[in-house]
């Protein structure tokens, strides 16, 4: 089935065939296989960015400038995915320049949250991922990091159930 032929929404195409609106898809939702499902999807929280909305607050009577740091900070929010799926682990960066990281549920040794005291006061964090053969790899700013913790050791206990 091809990517346009997945029903994605109420405003998107049902087939190749049927032309009409369409909505933009994530980077996780077209990297999805065969059978795959997400499980949970994260987000960066707004405490991530608060000093560029700070920064934009305070340069918008400035002939505007602080909406280019509001842009940047919506930009970054946006560009960000994190989803934990019936397969594995994905984290997409970026708008323009993307980076992203895949994990096999099966291949993740540990995830680590961090939180420091405002962490936890507006529940954000650092999740840290280390798979096998991979280096530890740092997620700052993550809305509610333990419940994608939760959610992603449900998955991966599901992953080895079917196994």
Same mark, same amino acid.
């Given at each position: 089935m091809t990517g346009l032929a997945r029903l994605r929404g109420?405003?998107?195409?049902?087939?190749?065939?049927?032309?009409?609106?369409?909505?933009?898809?994530?980077y996780v939702e077209d990297?999805?296989?065969?059978?795959?499902?997400i499980i949970h999807q994260g987000r960066l929280s707004l405490w991530?960015?608060?000093? @560029?909305? &700070?920064?934009? @607050?305070v340069l918008l009577p400035a002939v505007g400038i602080g909406l280019i740091f509001w842009a940047i900070a919506y930009v970054r929010i946006k560009s960000t995915e994190l989803a934990v799926t019936s397969k594995r682990l994905i984290v997409k960066h970026g708008f323009i320049r993307r980076?992203?990281?895949?994990?096999?549920?099966?291949?993740?040794?540990?995830?680590q949250v961090d939180q420091e005291v405002l962490?936890?006061? $507006?529940? $954000?964090?650092?999740?840290?991922? &280390?798979?096998?053969?991979t280096s530890h790899a740092p997620i700052q700013g993550i809305a509610?990091?333990? &419940? $994608?913790?939760?959610a992603f050791i449900e998955a991966q206990d599901g992953a080895r159930n079917e196994a």
């Open positions: 109420p405003n998107t195409l049902a087939s190749s065939s049927n032309p009409g609106p369409m909505t933009m898809s994530s990297a999805l296989v065969g059978g795959e499902r991530s960015v608060w000093h @560029l909305l &700070a920064l934009g @607050l980076s992203t990281m895949e994990i096999n549920l099966g291949k993740v040794e540990s995830i962490g936890r006061m $507006f529940n $954000f964090g650092t999740l840290v991922i &280390a798979g096998t053969g509610d990091p333990m &419940a $994608f913790r939760k």
